[in-house]
Nanobody, 131 residues
Framework: QVRLVESGGGSVQSGGSLSLSCTAS????????MAWFRQAPGKAREGVAS???????YYANSVKDRFTISQDNAKHTLYLQLNSLSPGDTAEYSC?????????????????????????WGNGTLVTISS
């Protein structure tokens, strides 16, 4: 059974930075899509960034040029570097993934917020930005 565990959330002031990590365990198949989503209080969950099986990286317009997604396959770890943070970035950040689905479109799935197609989710880590 695949398990995803996030770490690295916290509270920072506007303009600050945070680094999030998501470590996967129990992985036996091919990671075809790994991604970060976030959900702000009272709002729907939204896709933030994704990496597909070919190394294709995509970002939501709201975080492009501020956030950086990366992964270390040897460590089964996904990262998200958050820079130039603002109060609008306050949310619970969750990593998610699907495996062994080469026909899927990771970019569309994540940035289109088709959350039902992500097979595995972490419990989330809270990011709070104060002004």
């Amino acid at each position: 059974q695949v398990r995803l565990v996030e770490s690295g959330g916290g509270s920072v002031q506007s303009g600050g930075s945070l680094s999030l990590s998501c470590t996967a365990s129990g992985v036996t198949g091919t990671s075809d899509c790994m991604a970060w989503f976030r959900q702000a209080p009272g709002k729907a969950r939204e896709g933030v960034a994704s990496i597909d099986a070919y190394g294709g990286i995509y970002y939501a317009n709201s975080v492009k040029d501020r956030f950086t997604i990366s992964q270390d396959n040897a460590k089964h770890t996904l990262y998200l570097q958050l820079n130039s943070l603002s109060p609008g970035d306050t949310a619970e950040y969750s990593c998610a993934a699907y495996f062994d689905e080469p026909g899927g479109d990771c970019r569309v799935t994540v940035l289109g917020n088709f959350v039902e197609f992500m097979d595995y989710w972490g419990n989330g880590t809270l990011v709070t930005i104060s002004s």
